[in-house]
Structure formats: structure tokens, C-alpha cells
């Protein structure tokens, strides 16, 4: 029986288009890998072109591979999600059918980890507010005051995966400390890269920059609110390149417009795609972008070279890369016992 892979395509894909290499599916026919791009828009279409799937694949922010949805999926033994986040995955329904949830973080790391120093150096030198002034005729280097350089001062990384760790190499160079809060990592990843572990209250007392990595999860749901931003420094800026419901909104539209922090450096939100009524929009003290900082001249070949690698694991046997389910017991009858 040929293993079979199939590439579902939501419905911005079905628009804009969303085409395969040539590599990529050559790389399949050499294993013998039944593989196809459909058009899965309903949990009819999923049953019809997915069904009989080995590998689900899930390109972009999909919504049909769903918890409801999974059991018009009987052969799948894996879903493999393109990119670092898996919350659009039903992934503890998927655990509990034995169906490996993979990703592939490595695709955007290094763009993101650019963007989060970019949104850093943007708020804390107020680049955009100066920008703005200059554009309006108003020529004065003291409205908008940069404050303290980098140099000496501390940033603080919530979840130290691939981006965090990337975040901290890059900006070693300015001498700062790092602090680190992540429960899940060694003390010897943490020594090996030079950062300080330490708990989250301390780490939002302690930094100057408080920057998010972490994915979005039942933990980390509104993970910073009211009681977190009130530990934060008046002087402290934020950054969220992770997700958007990692930050309640609400308070920390508070806390950048009473003064609990001095600004936020925003590329992700609860609300996307649109700019309309967003109210971050109306704070000078924000640099906001539009989801924008895993994307880079090389991101799209890298998404699709990493997600290829993870298939042709699969289909011989070897666990993927990155996963975010081990321990499980796999679907597949051909992967071997020890992950």
C-alpha cells in the first residue's frame, strides 16, 4: 500500500493559489509517496479527499482539520502543521487517536527572532513616533526621547525554543542580561546559551524588555494580564511575536494607556486581518505589523523544504524533527517504539 499524503488548502489558498514545487513532489514520487494538494473547505470535502489520508497535511491558518472533524479521518496517523504554531490543531484530540501533531518551528526563527529585534529597537528608540513627527513638519529631537541605550539593561524571554534562543544571540552584542522563564528547558540549555532562568514574576520585575515566545496553549492563554503587567516596570516595553491571545488586550490597552509600561512592540493580535478599530492603532507608544515576522525573501522555500523532510520521516518510519505530542503511541504501525 502506498503511503498517502494529502495537502489540504483553505480557502485564502484556494484564492490567492497555493502551488507545490517541483522538487517537493518529486522527492515524493522517488519514496513511492501518493501525494495531493485538495481543496478542503468542509468537513465533506476533508472526508472525500482526506479520508483515506496517512498524512494531513495543513498548510496556512486552517480550520476544517478540526476536533469534530477528525473522525472522518481514519487512516491519518499524523497532521503536520507548516510553521511554529499548532493552536488551529485539535492537538489533545488528536494525542488521544494516537495521530502525531508535527510542525516545523526551524521555517521562521530566524526571520522572527529579526522582527522581535526590530519591534525592540523600534519602540525603544521611538523610531516611528519620530518618523511621524518628522513627516508632519515638526523637526524636535526631545518630544519623543529614546531614554537609556541598550547597553547594561535587561531582557526578559518568556519560552526559550528556537526564536528565544536566537533572540538571545542576537542580542548579546548589546551586553545586556537575559533572563529566561521557561519550566520546560534544562538548566544546562540555559548555561549553554548564557541566559539566567528564573521564575515568571521575577522576570517581569527584573526586565527592561519582556519579550513573548511561547506557543499558544491552554497555559498560556492571556498568560500576561492585569497582575503581570502591574509587576512590569513603568520604563518596561513588551514585545509579542508569539500569538496574540498570550497578552489579555484589554489589560494591556490599560496599562499603555494609564502608564503601567512605556510601550509594546505588537505583531500579532486577537483580532487579525484587519486594521479596522484595532486601538493599538491609536497609541504612540506602539509599533504594531500584521503578523508579519515569520516571513522573509526565503521563508517560503524553507516552509516548504522543512515540511517535505517531516513527510519523508514519516513515511519511513522516523519521528519528525518536531512534534508536540511525544510520548504518544503512534497510529502507525511502521514507526519506531522509541521517540
Known amino acids: 500500500m502506498p503511503f498517502i499524503v494529502t495537502l489540504v488548502r483553505p480557502y485564502e489558498q484556494v484564492q490567492g493559489g497555493l502551488t507545490v514545487p517541483e522538487w517537493v513532489t518529486a522527492a515524493f514520487a522517488a519514496q513511492g ?136 544571540r542576537k542580542m548579546s552584542g548589546f551586553k545586556m542580561t537575559t533572563l529566561v522563564f521557561d519550566p520546560y528547558v534544562n538548566q544546562e540549555t540555559f548555561a549553554a546559551h548564557g541566559v539566567i532562568a528564573v521564575g515568571l514574576d521575577e522576570l517581569l520585575t527584573r526586565a527592561d524588555f519582556v519579550s513573548l515566545h511561547c506557543p499558544l496553549t491552554l497555559e498560556t492563554h492571556n498568560l500576561i494580564g492585569d497582575r503581570e503587567l502591574k509587576r512590569m516596570k513603568p520604563t518596561a516595553i513588551l514585545i509579542n511575536t508569539s500569538r496574540g491571545q498570550v497578552v489579555d488586550e484589554t489589560a494591556l490597552l490599560r496599562a499603555l494607556s494609564e502608564g503601567w509600561i512605556a510601550g509594546a512592540g505588537l505583531d500579532v493580535f486577537y483580532i487579525e486581518e484587519t486594521a479596522v478599530g484595532n486601538p493599538f492603532l491609536n497609541l504612540d507608544n506602539v509599533v504594531a505589523t500584521p503578523h508579519i515576522g515569520g516571513f522573509s525573501d526565503e521563508d517560503l522555500e524553507t516552509f516548504w523544504r522543512e515540511s517535505m523532510h517531516v513527510v519523508l520521516d514519516l513515511a519511513n518510519g522516523r519521528w519528525p524533527r518536531s512534534h508536540v505530542n511525544p510520548g504518544l503511541q503512534p497510529k502507525f504501525d511502521h514507526m519506531k517504539a522509541a521517540n
Open 33 to 168: 509517496i501518493d501525494f495531493s494538494l485538495r481543496d478542503c473547505l468542509s468537513r465533506e470535502q476533508l472526508a472525500q479527499h482526506a479520508g483515506e489520508s496517512d498524512v494531513v497535511w495543513v498548510f496556512g491558518d486552517h480550520h476544517v482539520v478540526t476536533a469534530d472533524n477528525l473522525d472522518v479521518l481514519p487512516a491519518c496517523g499524523a497532521i503536520l502543521s507548516t510553521g511554529s504554531g499548532t493552536d488551529h490543531i485539535p492537538v489533545a484530540e488528536a494525542t488521544a487517536r494516537g495521530i502525531i501533531v508535527a510542525n516545523t518551528p526551524g521555517a521562521t526563527s530566524e526571520a522572527v527572532s529579526d522582527h522581535t529585534i526590530a519591534l525592540l529597537l523600534a519602540v525603544k528608540r521611538t523610531v516611528v513616533a519620530q518618523d511621524r513627527a518628522l513627516r508632519s513638519g515638526r523637526w524636535d529631537r526631545h518630544v519623543w526621547w529614546p531614554g537609556p541605550s541598550l547597553c547594561g539593561q535587561t531582557l526578559g524571554l518568556i519560552a526559550f525554543g528556537h526564536i528565544g534562543r536566537l533572540v538571545a
